[in-house]
């Protein structure tokens, strides 16, 4: 089985890869932007795999810009055609692409979590120079869990951030076992969340995933 790579790692494949799957993926051979794509170099997604994936591949996205379509193409491809990868963009360095009107928001998340990193809209955009972004993108985060006192006020703190931000945030808040959206994370400690791993999901309560407890 191949080694398993976070959700939304970013990835760069061969042009070996890029020529096997334009012929297998009909998607890719359709749109006109992918061709370009592949010539710039630009990343593919890690996502969750899915039943039809099979096994032994690491299952990726192409999420299109608004102006194609704003599809997202699913493919899977074998881990020796990955020929780097990285996590998505911290927010700070993706900072400087997003809309006037997010900056302050923008700086209040750095503040509370230096390590936040950005996946969605702003991500693509940043990392491709193409119009991702419009006036009803959320913003898509990455917080990690650096500390046991900070998992526990950070579900309150970005609650707080949001509640006077222009847009809407959207994520996750990931520990060793995976990511919860941060959402479900306001609740009480009996509450159950769903973790997503690599290549599943678990459920647990809140209090044992703030504090690095799978039950």
Known sequence: MADA???HTMVKVSAAAWRAAMRRYSELADEPIIAGWARA?????????ACSDGAGIIALGLPLPPSHGKRRIALALARGDIVASAPPPLLTDA???APA???ETIEHLVRLVPETRTFGSLAWQHLTGLPYLSDSS???LLWP?????QAHTLPSDIAAIAERAPMRLDGEIVGWAGGVQWRELTGSDEDEVIVKGPVGVTGTTRAAFLSGRIS
């Open 101 to 103: 009107q997010w900056r």
């Open 138 to 140: 959320d913003l898509d």
């Open 41 to 49: 170099d630009r990343p593919l997604i890690v996502r969750r795999p």
């Open 95 to 97: 900072a400087a692409t």
């Open 145 to 149: 869990l650096s500390s046991a006192r």
């Open 5 to 7: 790579l976070d959700r």
